[in-house]
C-alpha cells in the first residue's frame, strides 16, 4: 500500500506540473497581443519576415525613438532589414530591405492575421 501511495503522489506531481506548464504557454501566447508596444511591433515584424521568407542572420532588435520604434537587423546575405514604425496603436509599420520596401500596413493588422492563422 506504501508502494501505491508513492506512485500515486508522483503522478499527482507529475499532473500538476504538466497543467501549470500548459498555462505558462498560453500566457506567453498572450504576451504579443497584451504585451508593450514594442513587442507587438516586433513581433509584427519577424512575421511578415516569416510570411515573406527572409533569410535572416540578425533578427531584428527594436529599440523606441521619439516618433516611434525602429528595428534593425540583417538577412543571411548581408542586407539590411529595417523596420519603422509609429508609436501610438496600431503602429504603422514600414519594412524594407536595403531600402527596398516589402510591406507597408500596421503591426495589428500583421498579429490580428497570425491569430486568426493559428485558429
Known amino acids: 500500500m506504501r508502494r501505491e501511495h508513492g506512485r500515486l503522489g508522483l503522478t499527482l506531481a507529475v499532473v500538476a506540473g504538466g497543467v501549470l506548464l500548459a498555462g505558462c504557454s498560453q ?51 548581408g542586407r539590411e532589414i529595417l523596420t519603422k514604425a509609429s508609436g501610438t496603436s496600431p503602429y504603422e509599420l514600414t519594412i524594407s530591405i536595403d531600402g527596398e520596401v516589402i510591406f507597408t500596413g500596421t503591426a495589428t493588422e500583421v498579429l490580428e492575421a497570425a491569430v486568426l492563422e493559428s485558429s
Open 27 to 77: 500566457i506567453d501566447s498572450l504576451t504579443p497581443v497584451g504585451g508593450a508596444s514594442v513587442t507587438s511591433v516586433r513581433n509584427a515584424t519577424n512575421d511578415v519576415l516569416v510570411d515573406q521568407q527572409v533569410s535572416i542572420l540578425v533578427a531584428p532588435v527594436c529599440t523606441e525613438i521619439d516618433s516611434g520604434f525602429t528595428c534593425t537587423g540583417s538577412t543571411t546575405d
